[in-house]
């Protein structure tokens, strides 16, 4: 019933911008959370940011803290990723996730729908 779709990947120099979009439709509660997670080859899936369906709580990794900002589109069913500053080492998968409300933000297994992810790489 849930279904998720990033877009806005791309290829970006170090230093420069880039913003992630997840598209959402099906049913969600206010209360559920809905994450960035990225996951670079050879490496484990890590959470990036994660915010509430009504815009509560945006959560970080010191990873992103001060670079990223993860918001909400209530009009437009939409999760954003605003990425700045972007280093190489930010080069990944980026997936856009949903759980329903609960404790561990970061846990990737408690987290149930999942889209296809969308590829950014950081190079010059």
């Known amino acids: 019933q849930v279904h998720l779709e990033e877009s806005g990947g791309g290829f970006v120099p170090p230093g420069g911008s880039l913003r992630l979009t997840c598209l959402l439709s099906?049913?969600?509660?206010?209360?559920?959370?809905m994450a960035w997670f990225r996951q670079a080859p050879g490496k484990e899936r890590e959470a990036v940011a994660a915010?509430?369906?009504?815009?509560?709580?945006?959560t970080y990794a010191d990873s992103a803290k001060g670079r990223f900002t993860i918001s909400r589109d209530d009009a437009k069913n939409t999760v954003l990723l605003q990425m700045n500053s972007l280093e190489k080492e930010d080069t990944a998968v980026y997936y856009c996730?949903?759980?329903?409300?609960?404790?561990?933000?970061?846990?990737?297994?408690?987290?149930?729908?999942w889209g296809q992810g969308t590829q950014v790489t950081v190079s010059s």
């Open positions: 996730a949903k759980r329903p409300f609960g404790r561990l933000w970061n846990k990737e297994a408690s987290y149930d729908h």
């Open positions: 099906g049913r969600v509660w206010d209360t559920d959370v």
């Open positions: 915010i509430a369906w009504n815009g509560d709580r945006p």
